[in-house]
């Protein structure tokens, strides 16, 4: 539903700052010039438990704590983690023995559990309870001797972890195209499940081919592509269509931020770009623009998607309406060994009030 309601744009510093440059310029468009602000956007549940859990850790056992890729996908919350205290490396093996490590909110294989378990490492495990639940299904249809096709990019972290569950069943179907040409061993007895930030469309269009060559295919027991993945594209497909430009707030390899590019222009945008700061906004991008589109990917902080509405306000933009096709409540817990330890804390403190 769209709302008429002009938003402030809150005077906030700029972050990074880099090279100086010039000011974007407020020209003159035909017809009223505006900012369409797609919401839901940024933060989901899982990367804000996933964040949080570092900066818990941090405080919890103090600098360093060492993190197993980047905790969420994004360089600006990767950047402010580090600046607290934490250590962001590609495999355990590069950690000290007996350190505190956290798991990303993408997830991990059991190997990776192990290799760390090897290592006396204190694993606090931030994969995202969606995440999680695809591992489970994984795992459950494994037991069960099906393939598993799995729909997601390979090489993606989340994807290693889910395949790494069941490796001797699981295939990775990369794009429709491969739905074309991946071999099953019986096809009676194959599933699919997929990563939880592919475009929808797209996954629907492998799992239609798939299932053309696999009549018998079965579905995941409920959806894999995670609810502030369809969130967000669902709000981005609407102000696409009235958009000349939209712009998606988020990095490069963030999977759920560069779907929403894709889709924004699939659904209408004259252009799409993503930026993972303000002062990527290029002048030329703003030619003849009346409406500008804005949102960000599910691990993208507030604050990133403000600074470009900023900018977007000095070039002549700062008539804003936000457009929202959806309410998030959803709040995850954190991670059970921070709560134990953090909860054992807090009782032996309550101990050592008693005794004295
Ligand atoms: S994008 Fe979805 S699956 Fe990934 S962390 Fe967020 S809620 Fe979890």
């Known amino acids: 539903m769209s709302s008429p309601v002009a ?11 880099t090279a100086v440059r010039e000011p974007l310029q407020d020209r003159p468009v ?31 056992y103090g600098a360093p704590v060492y993190v197993r890729k980047q905790i969420v996908h994004n360089i600006h919350v990767v950047t402010e983690l580090e600046a607290q205290g934490a250590i962001f490396v590609d495999e355990v093996d590069e ?53 598993i096709l799995l729909i997601g990019h390979d090489g993606h972290e989340e994807v290693e972890g889910t395949a790494g569950e069941a490796p001797d069943h699981v295939t990775v179907v990369n794009s429709p195209a491969e739905a074309d040409t991946v071999e099953v061993r019986d096809p009676a007895k194959v599933v699919w499940l997929s990563q939880t930030t592919l475009s929808v469309d797209e996954t629907m269009e492998t799992v239609n081919r798939l299932r053309t060559r696999f009549p018998e295919l079965q579905d995941p027991p409920s959806d894999d592509i995670c609810y502030a993945t369809q969130n967000r594209q669902v709000a981005i ?25 894709e889709v924004a222009r699939e659904y209408g945008a004259k252009a799409a770009y993503r930026v993972d700061y303000a002062d990527e906004v290029q002048q030329e991008w703003l030619d003849g623009v009346a409406t500008v589109g804005v949102t960000s990917g599910a691990s993208v902080p507030e604050v990133l998607v403000q600074e470009v509405l900023q900018v977007l306000a000095e070039a002549g933009y700062g008539d804003v309406e936000e457009v929202r096709t959806a309410e998030e409540d959803l709040m995850f817990s954190l991670p059970k060994e921070l709560r134990q330890d953090i909860s054992g804390q807090r009782d032996e403190r309550a101990l050592g009030g008693r005794s004295r």
């Open 30 to 60: 035909d017809g009223r010039k505006r900012v369409l602000l797609a919401a839901p956007r940024g933060y989901c549940a899982g990367v804000d438990r996933a964040v949080v859990a570092v900066e818990k850790a941090l405080q919890r």
């Open 237 to 261: 497909k609407k102000v696409a269509a009235d958009a000349d430009l939209v712009i998606v707030v988020g990095s490069a390899n963030s999977s759920n931020s560069v779907r929403l590019v």
């Open 95 to 147: 950690i000290p023995e007996g350190s505190h490590v956290v798991f990303s909110a993408h997830g991990v294989s059991p190997m990776v559990v192990s290799a760390a378990e090897d290592r006396h490492l204190h694993a606090i495990d931030a994969t995202c309870p969606l995440v999680t639940k695809v591992h489970r299904e994984a795992v459950r249809f494994a037991r069960d001797d099906f393939e």
């Open 7 to 17: 938003l402030p744009v809150p005077q906030i510093p700029r972050r990074r700052p």
